[in-house]
T-cell receptor, first 113, second 114 residues
Framework: NAGVTQTPKFQVLKTGQSMTLQCAQD?????MSWYRQDPGMGLRLIHY???????DQGEVPNGYNVSRSTTEDFPLRLLSAAPSQTSVYFC????????????FGPGTRLTVL | AQSVTQLGSHVSVSEGALVLLRCNYS??????LFWYVQYPNQGLQLLLK??????LVKGINGFEAEFKKSETSFHLTKPSAHMSDAAEYFC????????????FGQGTELSVKP
């Protein structure tokens, strides 16, 4: 199993550009999430999904869109990048709720100029 | 709503000393609690998790944590720090029927001095 994969690893954008961060998992997990990590703020939940076709907002959803057309993929779209979106983005997945372990991808480091 | 507070954004210990990283949670129902570790420029990996089977939970790399309901705490400890323990540590809480969300604390960076 590759686990949770993310592409790209690094990305530099200019303000106003759009892009999609890719996330895929091969563990047949129902639950997938996107987080952003900023110094001193831990991981903050952007969006999450409880299965194909079902998504919901987390703590900091503004400026981001998601969709979940398949169990495996959960892309995160930045509609119009802003410097405040400079961060490290992590995708994660877990089989179920409660006690199930959440597995993380290696992250995407995004810089918006 | 549930939340997690980690006391101390930076903790520094000497090699061989006790490691204590503090985590307090807020939840109206018994939560599931996790500790994750993040080494520099890497993703997060699970250290241990509380599943209600036992209040003292043992994890990888010699770490353990004790769930104390009366104190709403889940502090992480290791008897003897090693240089390789230097990393950032995150406490997280999950509730059943909350869409599989994990809510994370702010993180504690552990430094180990030789």
């Amino acid at each position: 199993n590759a686990g949770v994969t993310q592409t790209p690893k690094f990305q530099v954008l200019k303000t106003g550009q759009s892009m999609t961060l890719q996330c895929a998992q091969d563990m047949n997990h129902e639950y997938m999430s996107w987080y952003r990590q900023d110094p001193g703020m831990g991981l903050r939940l952007i969006h999450y999904s409880v299965g194909a076709g079902i998504t919901d907002q987390g703590e900091v959803p503004n400026g981001y869109n998601v969709s979940r057309s398949t169990t495996e993929d959960f892309p995160l779209r930045l509609l119009s990048a802003a410097p405040s979106q400079t961060s490290v983005y992590f995708c994660a997945s877990r089989l179920g709720q409660g006690v199930d372990t959440q597995y993380f991808g290696p992250g995407t480091r995004l810089t918006v100029l | 709503a549930q939340s997690v507070t980690q006391l101390g954004s930076h903790v520094s210990v000497s090699e061989g000393a006790l490691v204590l990283l503090r985590c307090n949670y807020s939840s109206s129902v018994p939560p599931y609690l996790f500790w994750y570790v993040q080494y520099p420029n890497q993703g997060l990996q699970l250290l241990l998790k509380y599943t209600s089977a036992a209040t003292l939970v043992k994890g990888i790399n010699g770490f353990e944590a004790e769930f104390k309901k009366s104190e709403t705490s889940f502090h992480l400890t290791k008897p003897s720090a090693h240089m390789s323990d230097a990393a950032e540590y995150f406490c997280a809480v999950s509730l059943y029927n909350q869409g599989g969300k994990l809510i994370f604390g702010q993180g504690t960076e552990l430094s180990v001095k030789p």
